[in-house]
Nanobody, 123 residues
Framework: VQLQASGGGLVQAGDSLRLSCAASGGTFRTYHLGWFRQAPGKEREFVARISRGGSGTFYADSVKGRFTISGDNAKNTVYLQMDSLKPDDTAIYYC?????????????????WGKGTQVTVSS
């Protein structure tokens, strides 16, 4: 499975961004998909996940109510809509895939990683 993330950029606090992750070599119905992020000097952390086929979502407390993960089966793409962005959201964002739902919440258990996309939020 290859994952390609896109949509990052430089925005101001309070703005919105939508990240996309296109999956090839597999389908949205085969894998559970998630988003992680890594800020400079910090460990990679879980952000959000969606179960295969889009039947369920789960979020880190830090983004709950501001970020929304969704998927498009036809396009094999998962999205991360990020609203009310804060400077603390600044990080490289990575999409990830796993065959076990719980694994897509843990960096050590992810099967596939996409290349990251930089999100920078200025104050």
């Amino acid at each position: 499975v290859q994952l390609q993330a896109s949509g990052g950029g430089l925005v101001q606090a309070g703005d919105s961004l939508r990240l996309s992750c296109a999956a090839s070599g597999g389908t949205f119905r085969t894998y559970h998909l998630g988003w992680f992020r890594q800020a400079p000097g910090k460990e990679r952390e879980f952000v959000a996940r969606i179960s295969r086929g889009g039947s369920g979502t789960f979020y880190a407390d830090s983004v709950k109510g501001r970020f929304t993960i969704s998927g498009d089966n036809a396009k094999n793409t998962v999205y991360l809509q990020m609203d009310s962005l804060k400077p603390d959201d600044t990080a490289i964002y990575y999409c990830a895939a796993a065959t076990i739902l719980s694994a897509v919440s843990s960096p050590d258990q992810v099967l596939y990683w996409g290349k990251g996309t930089q999100v920078t939020v200025s104050s």
